[in-house]
Structures are given as C-alpha cells and as structure tokens.
C-alpha cells in the first residue's frame, strides 16, 4: 500500500551519515538545546499544537483535533489503512495517558499526545522535512513534537524492562521493508542513519506484504534486549492491529550481514508462489 510506515519507497530511501546518529537530534532539526528548553518551558502541549495552526495541513490539523478532542473510535472518517481506533472502546487522550505503559514510562500528555499524532496520516508531515534536511538548511517546523516524540520512545523502553516476563531480555527480531531498490555498497560498509522515526514491526508476515516487488529489501534488526529496541505503541496508536514498533529518529542501523536471492512464499497464492529479497542484518543503535 502506498504510503505506509513500515515501508522505504526508493524515493524515501534517505539515509544520514553514521555521525548524524552522534551529534544529535536537536542539532539535526536545527535549533540548540537552550532553544527546545525555552519551548518546552512555555508549554508542550501549547507548542504542539502551535507548530500544527502554524506549520501543519489541513489533514495534519484534523488529525490534532482527533487526537486531542474526539474519542478513540468515534470518527469514521477512512484513509488509505482504514479507519482509525477501530474496536477500540471511545478512549480519550486521558486514558492513554493513564495506561499502564504510559504509567511505567513516565509520559507527560505531550508524549502521548505527539505519538498519537505519529501513528495518524501527521507522520508524512512530521517525516517530510526530516527527510529534506540534507539538502534544506531550514530549521525543523515540528521540532517541540519530534522532541516528545523521541523522548516518548527512549522512556517507553522501561516497559520491556518491568513486564512481569523475561522476554523484555530477551533477543527478538524486528523488519522493515523497502520496496523496489538495492542496497547501496556504502551503507553495507558504513552503515547509516535512519533520520525519522523508524516503524518496525516484529510480524515478518506484516513486512513481507507491504514491500512485495521484484526488487525488495528486507531490513532485519536484531536486538539483545529492551534497552536495544523501539517502542511498542499498539497500545495508544491509531492503527494498533500494524502492531508497530517504533525508534526514535536518528537511529544508526550497523549493518553485519547480508543475504541476497533469500525466497519468501507469497501468503495465500494458490501456485505457492515466493518472492525473493535481499535481507540485511543490521544491529540498531539509539542515537544521542
């Protein structure tokens, strides 16, 4: 489907450099620390919403008022992967913010809030001028959301650290699909940075379906632990059957291994059908 997270269409296929991941994501959008400091000091909430009067489309302003206003469900209003909150039962951006993970992790509303408006049809807009920083040198226009949306995802890892089950310890795979491209020699030898927030997801099925062309990349990323790993926000996102996990932006993907001409059946096909990917094995790394 076009558009969707999980996938890297080949025009989308920005990767930063490794250093990028270490200097950091206030640096990248453009403005210092003192400058986050000061906006948040006014208010997050109030900043949020602000940079989307300001900055944001019609559809970006309509998916605020959503997020902000109207309960989980309640509009039927239907994009491209669905309508949002379905079968969920009327939640507002209260009781996502008193949820347990949200509880564990210690969210602010700004937190929830910039996340609810990561997983809406927003992303494009939050995604687009990241993607454009290289070669626009303009600051960022969504900078208070990107910075809640980025701390929101490092503070969410504490949930794979109290669940009441090892497997927050444990080793776990997660993909990411690109569609119709190959994989560039200096990425296999440097590695990159993936500089918007990065939407994974631990069903290989889920990825396999939304990158299926004659010329596809699977990205494996395999994690040790939860201290390795994005966030799962199935719990508070608007779409929560993609089961998405998310990294905050500017993570560096170390690329280690790859695998070319690997065979996938195509789910349902009659004939038993595959299709082949070249899979690459990358260890992700927050970036600072």
Not at 71 to 95: M, P, S
Not at 234 to 253: G, K, Q
Request: glycine fraction near 8%; hydrophobic fraction near 40%; aromatic fraction near 8%.
């Amino acid at each position: 489907p076009h558009g969707t997270r999980f996938l890297t269409a080949p025009k989308e296929m920005i990767l930063g450099r490794p250093k990028d991941a270490a200097i950091g994501l206030n640096h990248f959008l453009g403005v210092d620390d003192d400058e986050i400091i000061q906006m948040l000091a006014k208010g997050d909430m109030a900043a949020i919403m602000s940079e989307f009067t300001l900055h944001g489309t019609d559809e970006d302003r309509e998916c605020l008022h959503y997020c902000l206003h109207e309960r989980a469900g309640a509009n039927t209003k239907r994009f491209w992967n669905g309508v949002r909150d379905e079968n969920r039962n009327g939640e507002t951006l209260d009781d996502f913010l008193r949820h347990e993970n949200s509880v564990h992790a210690g969210l602010r509303k700004a937190h929830v809030l910039a996340l609810r408006l990561y997983s809406t049809a927003a992303y494009k807009s939050l995604n687009g001028p990241l993607r454009a920083r290289g070669t626009a040198h303009v600051k960022y226009p969504f900078p208070v959301t990107m910075h809640c949306i980025a701390e929101a995802l490092r503070r969410l890892r504490a949930v794979g650290a109290t669940i009441p089950r090892p497997s927050g310890r444990e080793a776990m795979a997660l993909y990411r699909g690109m569609r119709g491209l190959s994989v560039p020699d200096i990425f296999l030898v440097e590695g990159g940075t993936e500089i918007s927030p990065m939407s994974t997801t631990c069903d290989l099925e889920v990825a396999v379906r939304y990158s299926a062309s004659r010329q596809a990349v699977l990205i494996r990323l395999n994690t040790s632990s939860f201290m390795q790993r994005g966030a799962d926000i199935s719990y508070l996102s608007a779409f929560p059957a993609e089961a998405e996990i998310l990294f905050p932006p500017l993570t560096y993907l170390e690329c280690v291994a790859v695998h070319n001409d690997v065979a996938f059946p195509l789910d349902g096909d009659a004939n038993g059908s595959s299709i082949c990917y070249t899979l690459v094995d990358c260890i992700p790394h927050f970036g600072s």
